[in-house]
Each structure stands twice: as structure tokens, then as C-alpha cells.
């Protein structure tokens, strides 16, 4: 099964039969030629829409009837919404959700748990790339990120749930968030450091992306957010019911959770390896207004080989057994409704090695 991307201006997706025709129209600027392409609706399982492309009723209700996705992307990469098949009937799994969000200790324990998956494979893929580099930037903060993930370890959940979330309060919440951040600002502190463009990336910034890294991180992220979302919608739970981010209208805080141990595996291993074999370089951006964003040509070769991460196999630290990214990130969404219906005592992050 494959992810279809619609990144050309205008596509117009129809079905026929068991087949979806992407019609692409005529680009005057490319030089290239009207054309169609056809797509089995049995290889597909989802479906970004990126920009002004189209999809027409019989299409998409063929795509919910074979149980795949449908994700808008704004022109500039921004997620705007999502079609799914019928949500899951399992109405006591999402109860369980509520009241495990309710339960400060529960919650405590859970965020914990992403936090420190999160930390450390950041530190992982430190320690990975400075086996080359040997900087001590980088080992420096490898060091401090070792500090964080022991500090989060023994942090011991507040009585009540505190009234302020802010790393400056005396409570244990405060704290974890705290300690998120710094070890988050050192990794990013040394970022470029790994790179070998290192002109390509100026320091973590997000609205806008204030230069090509970043453009390419904040891209990535949102399309791992919906390779979470999907995941959390097929196991039953609620995307908007979260533990470590706080929940608000219209904020998935749930996928935004999930998705924090995945952040720096897939999508920063994808920006680096892009980046330093110089498959994409500074050609391959616009700047307008001091936000850059991907060519067209540099968003279909970040996109081909961020699928490639997806389906990459490895060893799955919990289940030992072989499994690609993309089934990781359904298993551990799995583990999580597990361990919230009561039915494993603890759960644990994906955590690389």
C-alpha cells in the first residue's frame, strides 16, 4: 500500500471503476504537457492533497469505501483537515482515554513517557552522527540530554493537577515541560553542526520557517502528524484527547503526544541525509518575505524519500520482531489504548538504539 501525493496546481482525480485517473493539466512555465495517470485503488491507503488539486465525489467516496484517507495540505504545506472512513464503534476505549486524562497521576505518567522517548532518540541520533564529526558541540549536548532524560526518569507526578503549565513553577508538571525544552534547544543548539550545508539552518524557527532546514522540518512533521492521526483513528482512540499537550478546539493534542518519539527518527534523519548528500540544496527553495518553502522539484524529491523512511524495516524495540515506520507508529498507538484500558501496567516509547 502507498501514500498518492497531488502536488501539481490543478489535478483533477476522477474514478473509474477500480481505478483512480489523475488528470494533471498543461504547466506553460514547466514546458510540460497535459497528461493522466493511473492510479489501482487497491494500492492505495491514502491520499495527500497538496495546493488546488481536486478530488470529485465518486473518488473520494470510493476512497472511504476502501477504508483509505484523504489529508488538504495548503500550498505552503499547512495541514488544514481530514477525511476518514466511519470512526471506530469503540466508544469504551475512548471513555477509558477521558478518564485516564482526567486522572493526574495517569496522565503525569503518560506524558513522561513521551518526553522521554522523544529526548532520547534526539540523543540518539546525536551520538550517531558524532561518531564522524567528533564535535564537541554536539558531545556536549548529547551530555545534556543525558542529564534531562534522568531528570524526567524520577520526576514524581504533583498531588492535584497544577493550575499553571509553566517551567518556571515549583510543580513536577512545570518541570517536565522545563526539561523538554532545554534539552529540545540544546539539540537544536548543535543542529547544524551535523549538517554539512550548515548555512541551510539558522536556529529552530516554525511560523514561518526562516530558512531551508526548518522549512523542511516543519513540512515533515506535518506529514508525520497525519501518519499518526491515521494511526490513532484506526485504533479507536481520540486524536483530540491528549496528555502531554494540552487540549483545545481543533488541536489533535493526542497525535501531537504520539508523535513526539517519531520527530527526530524519521523527519530529522530524512532533512539530515537530504541535506548532506546534497539531494536537495538551496536551489531548491523560495524565499518570500523571509519564509522558504520547497520548489516543486524539491518538494516531490523530500516527499519520495520521507515515504522511503516510512516503509524502512527495523527491529521493533518492544516486540522484536521486524516492522517498517509506519506499522511502528500503528503499534505503538496500539500499546497506548493498552495501556490505558488497564490490559499492560506501563507504556513504553519507541526508543531507537
Known amino acids: 500500500m502507498a501514500t498518492l501525493y497531488l502536488t501539481e496546481p490543478q489535478t483533477l482525480v476522477k474514478r473509474d471503476g477500480e481505478t483512480l485517473i489523475v488528470h494533471i493539466p498543461e504547466n506553460e512555465e514547466k514546458q510540460t504537457p497535459k497528461r493522466k495517470v493511473r492510479v489501482p485503488l487497491l494500492k492505495v491507503d491514502r491520499v495527500?492533497?497538496?495546493?488546488?488539486?481536486?478530488?470529485?465525489?465518486?473518488?473520494?467516496?470510493?476512497?472511504?469505501?476502501?477504508?483509505?484517507?484523504?489529508?488538504?495540505?495548503?500550498?505552503?504545506?499547512?495541514?488544514?483537515?481530514?477525511?476518514?472512513?466511519?470512526?471506530?464503534?469503540?466508544?469504551?476505549?475512548?471513555?477509558?482515554?477521558?478518564?485516564?486524562?482526567?486522572?493526574?497521576?495517569?496522565?503525569?505518567?503518560?506524558?513522561?513517557?513521551?518526553?522521554?522517548?522523544?529526548?532520547?532518540?534526539?540523543?540518539?541520533?546525536?551520538?550517531?552522527?558524532?561518531?564522524?564529526?567528533?564535535?564537541?558541540?554536539?558531545?556536549?549536548?548529547?551530555?545534556?540530554?543525558?542529564?534531562?532524560?534522568?531528570?524526567?526518569?524520577?520526576?514524581?507526578?504533583?498531588?492535584?493537577?497544577?493550575?499553571?503549565?509553566?517551567?518556571?513553577?515549583?510543580?513536577?508538571?512545570?518541570?517536565?515541560?522545563?526539561?523538554?525544552?532545554?534539552?529540545?534547544?540544546?539539540?537544536?543548539?548543535?543542529?547544524?553542526?551535523?549538517?554539512?550545508?550548515?548555512?541551510?539552518?539558522?536556529?529552530?524557527?516554525?511560523?514561518?520557517?526562516?530558512?531551508?532546514?526548518?522549512?523542511?522540518?516543519?513540512?515533515?512533521?506535518?506529514?508525520?502528524?497525519?501518519?499518526?492521526?491515521?494511526?490513532?483513528?484506526?485504533?479507536?482512540?481520540?486524536?483530540?484527547?491528549?496528555?502531554?499537550?494540552?487540549?483545545?478546539?481543533?488541536?489533535?493534542?493526542?497525535?501531537?503526544?504520539?508523535m513526539e518519539e517519531f520527530r527526530p527518527i524519521i523527519v530529522d534523519s530524512t532533512v539530515i541525509t537530504l541535506i548532506n548528500n546534497q539531494a536537495l540544496t538551496a536551489n531548491d527553495f523560495v524565499e518570500q518575505f523571509g519564509a522558504y518553502r520547497l520548489t516543486e522539484h524539491g518538494r516531490r524529491t523530500f516527499l519520495t524519500k520521507l515515504e522511503a523512511r516510512f516503509d524502512q524495516t527495523l527491529t521493533h524495540p518492544t516486540f522484536n520482531y521486524k516492522a517498517t515506520y509506519r506499522r511502528a507508529i500503528e503499534l505503538q498507538a496500539r500499546l497506548l489504548a493498552k495501556t490505558i484500558q488497564g490490559e499492560i501496567p506501563t507504556y513504553e516509547p519507541f526508543i531507537i538504539r
Not at 496522565?107 to 522521554?116: E, G, I, N, P, Q
Not at 493537577?161 to 515549583?170: F, G, L, S, V, Y
Not at 548555512?199 to 523542511?216: H, I, Q, S, V, Y
Request: proline share 5%; charged share 20%; aromatic share 8%.
Open 48 to 258: 495527500v492533497v497538496h495546493g488546488t488539486s481536486t478530488l470529485t465525489s465518486p473518488a473520494i467516496a470510493a476512497l472511504m469505501e476502501k477504508r483509505a484517507e484523504v489529508t488538504f495540505l495548503n500550498r505552503y504545506g499547512k495541514y488544514q483537515g481530514h477525511l476518514a472512513h466511519g470512526f471506530t464503534r469503540n466508544g469504551q476505549l475512548r471513555l477509558k482515554q477521558s478518564q485516564a486524562h482526567l486522572d493526574w497521576p495517569t496522565r503525569h505518567k503518560l506524558s513522561k513517557a513521551f518526553v522521554y522517548g522523544k529526548l532520547a532518540n534526539m540523543r540518539t541520533m546525536l551520538l550517531r552522527f558524532n561518531r564522524k564529526r567528533q564535535h564537541d558541540a554536539l558531545a556536549n549536548a548529547a551530555d545534556t540530554m543525558k542529564t534531562a532524560l534522568t531528570n524526567v526518569k524520577h520526576l514524581q507526578p504533583d498531588a492535584e493537577a497544577p493550575q499553571h503549565t509553566n517551567p518556571q513553577t515549583e510543580s513536577a508538571w512545570g518541570r517536565l515541560h522545563g526539561l523538554e525544552g532545554s534539552a529540545t534547544a540544546a539539540y537544536f543548539g548543535c543542529y547544524r553542526h551535523i549538517l554539512t550545508s550548515p548555512e541551510l539552518f539558522n536556529g529552530r524557527t516554525r511560523r514561518p520557517p526562516r530558512d531551508p532546514a526548518n522549512a523542511l522540518l516543519s513540512f515533515g512533521y506535518t506529514i508525520l502528524l497525519n501518519q499518526v492521526m491515521s494511526a490513532i483513528c484506526t485504533v479507536g482512540l481520540d486524536p483530540y484527547i491528549g496528555f502531554l499537550h494540552s487540549t483545545r478546539y481543533g488541536k489533535p493534542a493526542l497525535a501531537l503526544d504520539l
